[in-house]
């Protein structure tokens, strides 16, 4: 009996109908495995992952193959969105084993949740060297039958060697100086000089990177770190990875020059892109990185949005191509002959030469996916439209409707960022919209977040540091942006959860509360990903929280668990950006910005732009009327019956000012 019907998770719906007899991830499905003898399939995927597709169609899809399954297995889907604890801890054994990782996951288990044999994509027949998934199946199972013992030593020493990964503390000390230096010198070692980013292919966004980066120059005036940040935004703008038609980002590009995506879009890079972009428009005033931040958020509010309030994960790579075939991009991507049909003759040369689109393409079977060559010439203004409207016709990719709350609570603070520095109110009640979602569905009444909800109803998976931290940050921004103290609360009571629940000994911090499901190991990594680790996530909440409210307990944790940064930094820049830029916000104090005032006064909200748009690393902002919502607000009133800002760093205070062009000349 298949048991996903009635789950939260799109992904796991997928499957629902398929002839494995699938439990999802409960106690129950191991106590099963240990009532019958037999071994675990953990197979661990994500709605948008092409390849998950691929495997499913192939090999749960098919009677024959779910017919041994059902038989010799008992099977275990899982939503790595849903459960990033699991996918960590498994994804961290297939990496060891393997040497690379991916999904979809393939695992298997002893009824003890012990890993013993170790897989990614499984093809239905032997190909490039991979054996079949049925070959796979039947020298696991003949394994299980014959070795017993041999698979029970296997599992225990996989787990004894995963625990003994556990990092102790975060570190000795601070970054300083030194190691900010060496940091920006890795990332200018690692840098694409013909294409910008870092690496090679497959290029991801280095979003966590591009805000150290301008977190360094603001402090430092580095010139180089500008450059490799503001060119970098420049080519992934001008890349296929950029839908220059409805706005967005796909989730990484296939080769080293950002032409070709892979299709999928995803709300925490778009979330983390549109906040990289509003800063970098914020230090340069690039008109090119307000379009495309302005446009990114416009997406995300158009084709993510939920009825809610709040904002679906993601949006498929696959999409029918117009001939019953499901095809990677197929709703993005053009030839010359569509653009003519669609455009004219004239209209679609020019558009061809505008986008990049050629006779030969740049993708698949003579298509091209639209880029924005530097040389690509002029174009009629309404070509977008028409593009766009045509676009629309086709078969939209499927979306993933579920609300992750680390997610939501990045795209929060984008969204308020935006809407505050380029005068968008709307922007700002959407975000508004979605942190109230966040408090009303994923936060009960002793402040613990549930990880995911859909159609406004919470799941059942509790919410790890990632979202405690991600929350807290988009509370802590939105509060900046609006001066409702209640956001500042909010994020306080999540805070005061990670202080209690995630801090382990001398700075260290879990991944999974103390108090949350027991796996073989207890997930811990302070290295970013696609998103911001949720230890150095958290550690940049701390601190603006701390800045915000003086709280010494909360500062002292933020110290203590950037430790890990004085370590890793210097050696792996690529892989702990957030990290870095919160080391910059503690060197620049963070700096603490009281803008005191009636709210109808136009030089009140004057002094609060001026305080926004300053660059300062890390730099919080309260604004409000003397003694308002605020902590930093408690004795601050006005000076000469005026509108007043207040700046502190480093425990001293500068005299008020009370026009704009001194608050921007005591945050440079």
Not at 271 to 282: F, G, I, N, P
Not at 434 to 451: K, N, Q, Y
């Amino acid at each position: 009996m298949n048991r996903l019907a009635g789950v939260t998770s799109p992904y796991l719906l997928q499957h629902a109908d398929n002839p494995v007899d699938w439990w999802p991830w409960t106690p129950e499905a191991f106590e099963e495995a240990r009532r019958r003898g037999v071994p675990v399939l953990l197979s661990v995927g994500y709605s948008a992952c092409h390849w998950c597709h691929v495997m499913a169609h192939e090999s749960f899809e098919d009677d024959a193959t779910a017919a041994y399954l059902n038989e010799h297995f008992v099977s275990v889907k899982v939503d790595r969105e849903e459960r990033p604890d699991v996918d960590a801890v498994y994804m961290e054994a297939v990496q060891a084993a393997t040497g690379q990782g991916g999904w979809p996951m393939t695992v298997f288990l002893t009824a003890d949740a012990e890993p013993f044999y170790f897989g990614t994509y499984f093809p239905p027949e032997p190909r490039h060297g991979m054996p079949s998934f049925r070959q796979v199946l039947e020298g696991v199972r003949a394994a299980w039958t014959d070795r017993r013992d041999e698979v029970g030593e296997v599992a225990g020493r996989i787990v004894r060697d995963l625990s003994a990964r556990e990092l102790a503390g975060g570190g000795s000390g601070l970054p300083g100086e030194a190691e900010l230096s060496q940091a920006l010198l890795g990332l200018t070692r690692d840098y694409d000089e013909q294409h910008s980013g870092f690496g090679g292919a497959p290029k991801f966004p280095p979003s966590m990177s591009l805000e150290f980066l301008l977190r360094h120059y603001a402090r430092t005036g580095a010139e180089g770190a500008l450059q490799m940040a503001a060119d970098t935004c420049e080519a992934m703008a001008r890349g296929g990875i950029y839908d220059q038609l409805g706005g967005g980002f796909a989730r990484y590009s296939v080769d080293r020059a950002w032409v070709v995506p892979h299709f999928e879009k995803m709300l925490y890079d778009n979330a983390l892109l549109c906040r990289v972009y509003t800063h970098l428009w914020r230090v340069t005033g690039s008109e090119l990185a307000r379009r495309v931040a302005l446009e990114t958020a416009d997406f995300m509010v158009r084709e993510l949005r939920t009825n809610e309030g709040g904002y679906a994960s993601a949006l498929d790579a696959d999409s029918d191509d117009g001939s019953g075939r499901h095809v990677e991009g197929a709703y993005y991507v053009w030839t010359p002959a569509q653009l003519a049909e669609v455009l004219g003759e004239r209209d679609g040369e020019a558009a061809a030469r505008h986008f990049g689109v050629t006779a030969e393409g740049t993708f698949e079977e003579g298509a091209s996916v639209l880029q924005l060559p530097s040389d690509g010439g002029p174009l009629d203004s309404s070509v977008r439209g028409r593009l766009l409207a045509a676009r629309e016709l086709r078969e939209r990719p499927g979306r993933d409707d579920k609300v992750v709350a680390a997610w939501n609570g990045l795209a929060v603070a984008a969204l308020a960022e935006a809407g505050a520095l380029f005068d968008r109110p709307d922007l700002i009640e959407r975000a508004t919209e979605a942190a109230d979602l966040l408090v009303r569905v994923h936060m009960d009444a002793h402040a613990r977040l549930t990880r995911t909800s859909r159609d406004g109803r919470a799941g059942a998976n509790a919410g790890v540091l990632e979202d405690y931290a991600d929350v807290a940050e988009g509370f802590l921004a939105l509060a900046s942006v609006t001066g409702e103290g209640v956001w500042l609360e909010f994020a306080g009571f999540l805070l005061d959860i990670v202080l209690d629940q995630f801090v382990g000994e001398e700075g260290a911090l879990y991944d999974t509360a103390h108090d949350a499901e027991q796996l073989i190991r207890r997930p811990q990594d302070p290295t970013d990903s696609a998103t911001p680790s949720g230890w150095t996530a958290a550690a940049s909440a701390l601190l603006s929280y701390a800045a915000h409210t003086g709280s010494s307990a909360h500062r002292e944790a933020a110290e203590g668990a950037l430790g890990v940064v004085r370590a890793l930094g210097p050696r792996a820049p690529r892989f702990i950006g957030w990290g870095l830029a919160a080391a910059e916000a503690v060197l620049d104090g963070p700096r603490e910005v009281a803008v005191v005032g009636a709210p109808t006064d136009p030089l009140t909200g004057a002094l609060h732009r001026t305080a926004l748009l300053s660059a300062a690393p890390g730099a919080v902002v309260a604004v409000g009327v003397p003694e308002g919502e605020f902590p930093l607000l408690a004795g601050r009133g006005l000076v000469g019956g005026a509108s007043a800002a207040y700046v502190c760093r480093h425990f001293t205070c500068e005299s008020p000012v009370t026009t704009p062009d001194a608050l921007a000349a005591a945050l440079t």
